[in-house]
Antibody
Framework: QVQLVESGGGVVQSGSSLRLSCVDS????????MHWVRQAPGKGLEWVAL????????NYAESVRGRVTISRDTSKKTLFLQMDSLRVDDTAVYYC????????????WGKGTTVIVS | QSALTQTPSASGSPGQSVTISCTGT?????????VSWYQQHPGRAPKLIIH???KRPSGVPDRFSASKSGNTASLTVSGLQAADEADYYC??????????FGGGTILTVL
């Protein structure tokens, strides 16, 4: 069964750092691009970052560019999101997602991990 | 980059059909055959229900259909059921390895 499980969320103060992790089970992690998507309380979905299947390329939303780094460890089947200089408006549920093809649709979603910045 | 524009809410009675629209620009919806739709029930993660404009993943009922014309994409839910009450989000590839979502539509089954 294909499954993504996020961890690393918590309550932190503005200006601090946090590292989110997402462990894959049930699929060939190294053959899929991966994304992070977030959802602020009561708000819609916001794309945050992507990384190619081989880690050779990454890209970020303007709202997080320069403060966030996406990376992956294929041997551990784990996706990461390093978040620095956190701001109150980074408060959200952060979802790890798998890219289902070459058209940026996300066919597998984790349950999310909550980040609260006070 | 601004979010895609979705009607904030839609509603219909059981058995009826309802259509949700999603408007972007030639830099996203209009420029690529890469529109996706997601269904999200309260407290749950989103679920992919449409990809590549009009393709349904395995297990998604054919009551869900979608299309695109120019810079606007549409999702139609036919034969409305109580379980269809949820938030619906459109998404599109927006070039240069970026993705954009719509603001979401709350679908109410009356």
């Amino acid at each position: 069964q294909v499954q993504l499980v996020e961890s690393g969320g918590g309550v932190v103060q503005s200006g601090s750092s946090l590292r989110l992790s997402c462990v894959d089970s049930g699929f060939t992690f190294g053959t899929y691009g991966m994304h992070w998507v977030r959802q602020a309380p009561g708000k819609g979905l916001e794309w945050v970052a992507l990384i190619w299947h081989d880690g050779s390329k990454t890209n970020y939303a303007e709202s997080v560019r320069g403060r966030v780094t996406i990376s992956r460890d294929t041997s551990k089947k784990t996706l990461f999101l390093q978040m620095d200089s956190l701001r109150v408006d980074d408060t959200a549920v952060y979802y790890c997602t798998r890219e289902g093809g070459d058209t940026s649709h996300m066919d597998v979603w984790g349950k999310g991990t909550t980040v609260i910045v006070s | 980059q601004s979010a895609l524009t979705q009607t904030p809410s839609a509603s219909g009675s059981p058995g009826q059909s309802v259509t949700i629209s999603c408007t972007g620009t030639s830099s996203d919806i209009g420029g690529y055959e890469s529109v996706s739709w997601y269904q999200q029930h309260p407290g749950r993660a989103p679920k992919l229900i449409i990809h590549d404009v009009n393709k349904r993943p395995s297990g998604v009922p054919d009551r869900f259909s979608a299309s695109k014309s120019g810079n606007t994409a549409s999702l139609t839910v036919s034969g409305l059921q109580a379980a269809d009450e949820a938030d619906y989000y459109c998404s599109s590839y927006a070039g240069s390895d970026t993705v954009i979502f719509g603001g979401g539509t709350i679908l109410t089954v009356l």
